[in-house]
């Protein structure tokens, strides 16, 4: 059977293909951020708009939630059904797909912990007062003018959730951001879920990759019981420990890279791919780093701290123990110490 | 009796999942060094069971509000429990500044204590060897140490040591412009020195010339 169609459309339908295909990430990113813009009145503009070099609203983020540290721009509670879809809309034009749902996870995630506290964030919610936990409660704001040439900011976080993501013509720069889980591991419609799954199995199997002297010189030999470069720390770069993927083979530097991967990849498929042969040009100076147990029981997270530190790069990954288990409760941290917040090509 | 303290506020929170530290002082310390100094900060933050504990201790007066002479007194006293060396030579750190959350925020376990402090690093050899053990609140304390990537390319991280809960830290780096102790001396040392040399120059150093000149013309 054919299809015969008039010329006019099939010239259209073609020119609308190929002017789809052709529009580079960052156009389409654009795109998203002025729909979503123009979704909103006049007063929740103001709200959502910074300027691009308002130091305090870019580090206006926290692993705490909102009742604990403020955040500011417009959170989802207060979006209608439209908006809150065209945010959503440009928070995935900046992702890949599995940042995206790994962002989702973590908002998840946090909805139960609102469900299982109550509404109001409960006991342990702190004089601030207001509501605690729950997926209402991210926040969303643009710093500069979304543009395909100048830079400008996506902010998008709130409990567990912090992404920075600087967007520089074709790049997409994903430092600093920190992903976190509480409950890290949940149950939501009959379907187990991990929101720093592969982060925690990933390393897990690389440290088991590694030989016995291999491991001697990864282990820390101390205690580390928090983020060492969370919010608050940026432009620091710390000395480096562990074992040096100068001396792992290729076999377990393809798995480093992996684990790396985790957090690169949130951001756009093509963005992260630069961002990983930046990082894989600086494999040999790249660091990884563990303490605690080598162990995990099945089927849940990482109870070890672990880092991973190159020339551009910082992961952190830190179990928490906050009157529970550490499994089920974990910071993480992604910067790029000589770019944080993109500021490398705002200086060029 | 902290622990018994500790508890109670956990039963009374009642609650197994906590957004924040709990039961634990955090107390992350980031040291910098450079040539003849060491700049540190100090980012203190108190678990909400324990927040009561340093409350007591820094709004001493009891009044709800923590003053500036306050805020002074608590920063000395935890720059007090540092001890300090570098190659076994005590320091002694100079507060640089201090930043206080409110009482409310240190009570919900919101609060960040940030310090900062310096030392003078004395004159000393290419291999040094600086120490530092924080025995701040150390029944309730998290240790956190860490020093940053030397900015001067002159000073290189050799080796950095801790116990297991990182009150104990020893770094070990390399200056590799590292200055004699005589350019250290303070200026009476070195007027001393100068004078010797002159009168070791008029008296000495002629006498032993004749000599030799003396013993020449013989032979």
């Known amino acids: 059977m054919t299809i015969r169609l008039p010329f006019w459309m099939a010239t259209l339908t073609v020119f609308s293909m190929s002017s789809a295909m052709a529009q580079t990430p960052t156009a389409r990113i654009v795109s998203s951020a002025n729909s979503f813009l123009s979704t909103l009145d006049q007063k929740q503009r103001e709200r959502a708009l910074f300027a691009f070099d308002d130091e305090e609203q870019r580090v206006r983020w926290s692993n705490l939630p909102i009742s604990i540290v403020r955040r500011a721009g417009l959170n989802m509670g207060e979006l209608s059904p439209a908006q809150r879809a065209a945010a959503f809309s440009l928070v995935s034009a900046v992702l890949s797909k599995k940042g995206f749902e790994k962002v989702q996870q973590i908002m998840d ?46 902010q998008f976080g709130g409990h567990h959730l912090a992404l920075n993501i600087t967007i520089a013509g074709e790049r997409g720069i994903l430092t600093p951001s920190l992903t976190g889980a509480q409950p890290a591991v949940y149950t939501i419609d009959g379907k187990t879920v991990r929101p720093l799954r592969q982060e925690s199995d990933k390393a897990l199997a690389l440290f088991n990759a590694l030989e016995e002297n291999q491991r001697k010189q990864a282990i820390l030999t101390y205690r580390v019981s928090d983020l060492v470069l969370g919010p608050g720390q940026d432009g ?113 | 009796m902290i622990a018994r303290l500790i508890a109670a506020i956990l039963i009374l929170a009642g609650t197994p999942a906590f957004a924040h530290r709990l039961d634990e002082y955090l107390q992350g310390t980031i040291i910098s060094i450079e040539k003849g100094r060491l700049q540190a900060q100090m980012t203190l933050t108190p678990g909400v069971a324990v927040s009561p504990l340093l409350i007591a201790s820094i709004d001493t007066d009891s009044n709800g509000v923590i003053s500036q002479t306050e805020q002074l007194e608590y920063a000395r006293s935890v720059l007090q429990d540092l001890s300090l060396t570098i190659d076994g030579r005590h320091l002694t750190p100079q507060l640089v500044s201090e930043q206080f959350p409110t009482l409310d925020e240190l009570k919900d376990g919101r609060g960040e204590i940030q310090l900062e402090f310096k030392a003078d690093l004395p004159g000393g050899g290419r291999n040094r060897k600086l120490t530092l053990e924080n025995h701040h609140q150390s029944a309730i304390a998290a ?77």
């Open chain 1, 109 to 154: 995630g946090d909805e139960l912990l609102k469900t299982n506290q109550g509404k109001g964030g409960g006991k342990g919610g702190g004089k601030g007062g207001g509501a605690m936990f729950g997926k209402d409660l991210y926040y969303i704001s643009i710093l500069g003018t979304p543009s395909e040439k100048n830079l400008w900011m996506l």
């Open chain 2, 143 to 219: 240790y956190q140490v860490n020093c940053t990537v030397p900015r001067d390319p002159n000073i290189r991280i050799a080796r950095q040591n801790r116990n297991y809960s990182q009150s104990s830290y020893v770094l070990e780096y390399v200056q590799t412009n590292a200055e004699s102790a005589s350019v250290e001396m303070s200026p009476v040392a070195v007027l001393m020195f100068l004078s010797l040399a002159v009168l070791w120059l008029r008296h000495v150093w002629p006498t032993n010339v004749m000599r030799r000149f003396a013993h020449w013309r013989r032979n």
């Open chain 1, 236 to 348: 620091k770069t710390i000395q480096p420990e562990g074992l040096k993927a100068s001396s792992m083979n290729e076999k377990q530097r393809a798995m480093l890279l992996d684990v790396i991967a985790e957090w690169a990849g949130i951001v756009h498929d093509s963005a992260a791919a630069t961002r990983m042969a930046e990082l894989k040009a600086d494999l040999n100076d790249t660091w990884f780093a563990w303490s605690g147990p080598t162990t995990v029981t099945s089927g849940s997270n990482l109870t070890a701290y672990y880092r991973i530190q190159g020339p551009h790069l910082v992961i952190e990954y830190a179990p928490q123990q906050m009157g529970g288990d550490p499994a089920m409760h974990i910071h993480a941290m992604y910067r790029d110490p000589t770019n944080d917040y993109g500021r490398k090509p705002a200086t060029k």
